[in-house]
């Protein structure tokens, strides 16, 4: 076999080993990546010179430099952070406190279920399944229809279902494991919310939490679980069983594991979770719109707001995006460090 | 402390893995569970470890039955095949674990790692984490996790198997030492009959869930209780041939042996290891046979024959030459040699 020569144009195509990239591929890797940096930034900073520019500007076509096209004016900033002044604080505030705490309650429960459906096997059987809501629709009937007080025929109902699962469910054959279950959550995100907004409209009214941090919180963690559910049983599931089973026998208890050796090593997963999770609860949009008002109202809500009477005011709506925006910036870049791969390395073998 | 196990049993769905497994340990002592891959080693340890429910018969460590005692309070030390340390942990902390469980004071926690890290050389490197060791420092830290507390029982599964062989050789003495200095009772499986023998106190040899005998290991070495155990132990293994006993005679087609005390019999093998033999000229020896191969291995020479069509494994001289094909006689020393039942299996006393 003869070596071919190393011509100009043969070193431009073939890389050198194989952790590098040829030079062509390098050029043509990086100027297509250099173009999507721009179509990810540009809206960004459009957004970011729109929130200083004065209406006429914004309506008089397209200028992108400032101090030349047009002459940056601090106008909207002043009219969301002095004239709206609290208007804007109270959004903003909620905003933070619903997204953090259903971020955090939604990860945490998200969480045990996700290891539970990892480290334990389930039987669900389905005649008991089928026998529960039989029992829930038989009580629905009751309370409805007859006019039995609920918290009687609740555990009436209660008690007769444990009492069915305890000895004729036990003959049932047909059960559900834990994909079937896992299945079952994530099925829960099939329907598309604007379903179900009707409902937890009413079922809020009728607990009067309509206009709460707590409605919103309870509806963000019930929606989010599920997703929360999916991406860690799989960090989770990468977790060596011997570590844990190793810490049992050391003494820990089934807590004690959970949060000494899983939730650390499941870390990378869980930044990344949260991260995503406190992205849809920031943004979330139309179950906001139903649930809260005006206490509890959120920016997105308050941006939706800018387009009302007078036409959208796209100063104002930039300078309210660009606040929107930096926390989740901020959050992003701290959990980044944490979104690191090779955790495991070390745990077993030689 | 003693560990008995009285007619243990463990099925995985209809899957029989161990079946009626008794064993009786002395206090410091040093049992090595010795057989094949999948034959039952693992389990017999994760049920004396708590992390495999018995399906039937009773283990009990001391005086006290634990068949269904919660691993954390059986006061057992495990190594794991795989080391199972904590990748997100220190050396340091990964050996003060099970202390910190117990709530040791920090002090003194501090200073029993210290001393445990020291019997198995790892004062240096304290402060790494499992990913900045090599596979023998990882099994140190395994072996003084497992040392820091004064348990009850040390229970090691193949804990040297992902060494290299000059590595294992001299973890094997150090773990020897360690043993006896301790004088902890330990269980130890092994797939490594060098190991096995190296390190018992007593063999117990598995075969398919089935213990097949239970003896120190020259006993396991010279009197095998049967076929099983004789072919798996010894490298090169015991040489087994067909025969029968007539008049104090073993007669094989090629030849005969002089046994005395043996009973006439037809249907028997008789076993011999490679050493217990010598060649000699064909026409004046006990059995006549034919060279297929010589293999020198530095301070002897493994001869292959070929005896009633059967290979034969001699132990000779370094010096020894002779051509494949070759006829040659085999002399073995009658007192070495045992006897088989064809039908059982079983080794025949004489
Ligand atoms: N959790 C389990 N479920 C089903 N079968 C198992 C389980 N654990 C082990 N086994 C089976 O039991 C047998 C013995 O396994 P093991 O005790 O690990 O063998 P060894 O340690 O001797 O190699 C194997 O055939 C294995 O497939
Ligand atoms: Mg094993």
Known sequence: ?350 | MRVRLANVRKSFGRHEVVRNLSLDIADGELLVLLGASGCGKTTALRMVAGLETVTAGTIEIGDRDVTHVLPKYRNVAMVFQSYALYPHMTVARNIGYPLKLRGTPAAELDAAVRSAAAKVHLEELLDRYPRQLSGGQRQRVALARAMVRTPSVFLMDEPLSNLDAKLRSAMRAELKRLQSDLGVTTIYVTHDQIEAMTLAHRVAVMDGGVLQQVAPPKEIYDEPANLLVARFIGAPAMNIVAGAMEHGVFRLRDGAVPLGGAAPRASLYLGFRPEDAILAPADAAMLRARIYSTEMTGNETIVTCHLDGEPVVVRADKDFEGAPDSAVGIDLDPAKAVLFDRDTGNRIRR
């Not at chain 1, 209406?55 to 900033?77: Q, R, T």
């Not at chain 1, 002043?78 to 259903?102: H, M």
């Not at chain 1, 309650?105 to 990892?118: M, R």
């Open chain 1, 1 to 350: 076999m003869t070596i071919p020569e190393r011509t100009l144009l043969r070193r431009l195509f073939t890389a050198q080993d194989l952790t590098s990239m040829a030079p062509a591929a390098k050029v043509v890797v990086y100027a297509l990546l250099l173009s999507w940096l721009m179509v990810v930034l540009f809206p960004l900073y459009w957004l970011f010179i729109t929130s200083f520019k004065l209406p006429v500007h914004v309506n008089d076509g397209p200028d992108f430099l400032p101090f030349i096209d047009f002459k940056p004016s601090g106008h909207a900033w002043r009219y969301i952070f002095v004239e709206l002044g609290n208007d804007t604080l109270r959004p903003y505030l909620s905003s933070v406190i619903v997204a953090s705490c259903s971020t955090v309650l939604c990860v945490l429960i998200g969480a045990f279920a996700a290891y539970a459906l990892v480290r334990i096997q389930y039987r669900v059987k389905v005649g008991n399944v089928a026998a529960f809501l039989l029992f829930l629709a038989g009580t629905v009937y009751v309370i409805v229809n007859l006019g039995a007080p609920w918290p009687v025929a609740a555990a009436v109902a209660s008690v007769l279902f444990v009492l069915f699962a305890t000895s004729v469910g036990r003959s049932f054959q047909r059960s559900l494991g834990n994909d079937d279950i896992l299945f079952w959550i994530i099925s829960n995100r099939i329907l598309p919310p604007v379903v179900v907004v009707l409902p937890v409209y009413l079922m809020f009214q009728r607990l009067g939490l309509l206009d709460t941090h707590v409605a919103l919180i309870a509806t963000y963690t019930a929606i989010n679980l599920p997703i929360v559910v999916w991406l860690m049983r799989d960090f989770f599931a990468g977790i060596p069983v011997d570590l844990e089973e190793s810490a049992q026998i050391d003494g820990a208890s089934r807590f004690r594991i959970f949060f000494t050796i899983v939730l650390p090593l499941g870390r990378p997963g869980l930044a990344a979770t949260s991260l995503l999770i406190l992205i849809l609860a920031w943004n979330e949009y139309l179950l906001a719109l139903f649930i809260s008002t005006a206490d509890a109202q959120t920016m997105p809500m308050l941006v939706a707001a800018q387009n009302a009477t007078r036409g959208p005011q796209w100063w104002y709506m930039s300078v309210l995006i660009v606040i929107m925006i930096a926390p989740i910036v901020l959050t992003a870049a701290m959990l980044q460090r944490h979104i690191a791969r090779g955790l495991m390395v070390g745990a077993i073998k030689g």
